[in-house]
């Protein structure tokens, strides 16, 4: 039996490829009992163009807790913001293998609503 997390990998793996096939800017997204993590992330994958995260000290003074969906949702809006900065408007969304519910799917809506298309 294939243990939780290498399941995990394993869809991220397969979505990382076809990300690849398109030569697109990545959102990817990484999810912790405690926290959650964005990065936008070049399309030959060796460069973070922008990153939020739950763990940002400014970001923490408003939220409760890192682990819920209204820290997902500030996350998304804070990501795009910087991806917009960074001049970035079209991504290819990467879960890393996580289920598109709850606090990924917060993320990424939110993210789009601030205006970063995928």
Same mark, same amino acid.
């Given at each position: 039996m294939i243990a939780k997390n290498q399941a995990r990998l394993r869809r991220a793996r397969k979505t990382r490829a076809k990300i690849a096939e398109l030569k697109s800017v990545r959102l990817s997204v990484h999810r912790t009992n405690s926290h959650i993590y964005a990065q936008v992330i070049s399309s030959?994958?060796?460069? @973070?163009l922008a990153a939020a995260s739950s763990l940002e000290p400014e970001v923490r003074k408003e939220l409760t807790s890192g682990s819920n @969906? &209204? =820290?997902a949702t500030v996350i998304g809006k804070l990501i795009a913001e910087r991806a917009q900065k =960074? &001049?970035?408007e079209q991504v290819a969304f990467d879960?890393? &293998?996580?289920?598109?519910h709850g606090r990924v799917k917060a993320? =990424? +809506?939110a993210a789009r +609503? =601030? &205006?970063l298309k995928f």
């Open positions: 030959c994958g060796s460069k @973070v @969906v &209204g =820290a =960074a &001049g970035i879960r890393g &293998g996580f289920q598109y993320l =990424a +809506e +609503e =601030a &205006g």
